[in-house]
């Protein structure tokens, strides 16, 4: 079971940057194709899709609403996935999610990943 923890949520203003890390835990080192990465929930709406990215960085997926703006990244030495995100806008708020599947990206485009975090808040005023 793979366990994760976000950090870096925070209130900026429009135009902003912020950049949001998770750590993995547990057992990370069972899947070689273990991807990770990003979603958020807006106060009355579904959670959604960010992005992913692969166990070797090579396949980055984003969702169109942050393309251009958002990057995902990741250090498997460390267990860790970042997501910088650059140009923030006021509907770019919400509870940012991190996830993780061992089966590789799929599940997380599909929305069923098999590990969550808690999630970190970030707010963008405008």
């Known amino acids: 079971q793979v366990q994760l923890v976000e950090s870096g949520g925070w209130s900026v203003q429009a135009g902003g940057s912020l950049r949001l890390s998770c750590r993995a835990s547990?057992?990370?080192?069972?899947?070689?194709?273990?991807?990770m990465g990003w979603f958020r929930q807006a106060p009355g709406k579904e959670r959604e899709f960010v992005a992913a990215?692969?166990?070797?960085?090579?396949?980055?997926y984003y969702a169109d609403s942050v393309k251009g703006r958002f990057t995902i990244s990741r250090d498997n030495g460390k267990n860790t996935v970042a997501l910088q995100m650059n140009a923030l806008k006021p509907e770019d708020t919400a509870v940012y999610y991190c996830?993780?599947?061992?089966?590789?990206?799929?599940?997380?485009?599909?929305?069923?990943?098999?590990?969550w975090g808690q999630g970190t808040q970030v707010t963008v005023s405008s």
């Open positions: 547990g057992r990370t080192s069972s899947s070689a194709d273990m991807a």
């Open positions: 996830a993780a599947d061992q089966d590789g990206t799929r599940a997380l485009r599909d929305g069923v990943p098999r590990a």
């Open positions: 990215i692969s166990w070797s960085g090579s396949y980055t």
